[in-house]
């Protein structure tokens, strides 16, 4: 009942930043957990940050640690990735997700996917 649209990516140098945006449709956003995961061409897809319904609560995977934020603002129904210090081993394909579930580090506990918006760290 949720439809996810990325925005924000693009081609930045490494040690450079990007906010990433992905933007829901609907009047549910509130009660939805939200996580962000990347692709990278030939790899899995990998858990990134994820943040509770409320905005209280997040965890990381340990490779971003220190150098992303994941936020939202659900008056605008909308989540934000701040990515600080690429590096291009961050460059892939990245998702954003929403699950049912208070939060989520695992792939097949999102119920709900955007098509992903592409970001490339040059060195």
């Known amino acids: 009942q949720v439809q996810l649209v990325e925005s924000g990516g693009g081609l930045v140098q490494a040690g450079g930043s990007l906010r990433l945006s992905c933007a829901a449709s609907?009047?549910?956003?509130?009660?939805?957990?939200m996580g962000w995961f990347r692709q990278a061409p030939g790899k899995e897809r990998e858990f990134v940050a994820t943040i509770s319904r409320d905005g209280d609560n997040t965890v990381y995977t340990d490779s971003v640690k220190a150098r992303f934020t994941i936020s939202r603002d659900n008056a605008k129904n909308t989540v934000y990735l701040q990515m600080n210090s690429l590096k291009p081993e961050d460059t892939a394909v990245y998702y954003c997700?929403?699950?049912?579930?208070?939060?989520?580090?695992?792939?097949?506990?999102?119920?709900?996917w955007g098509q992903g918006t592409q970001v490339t760290v040059s060195s």
């Open positions: 997700a929403a699950t049912y579930y208070y939060t989520g580090t695992k792939s097949y506990e999102y119920d709900y």
């Open positions: 609907g009047r549910s956003f509130n009660s939805y957990g």
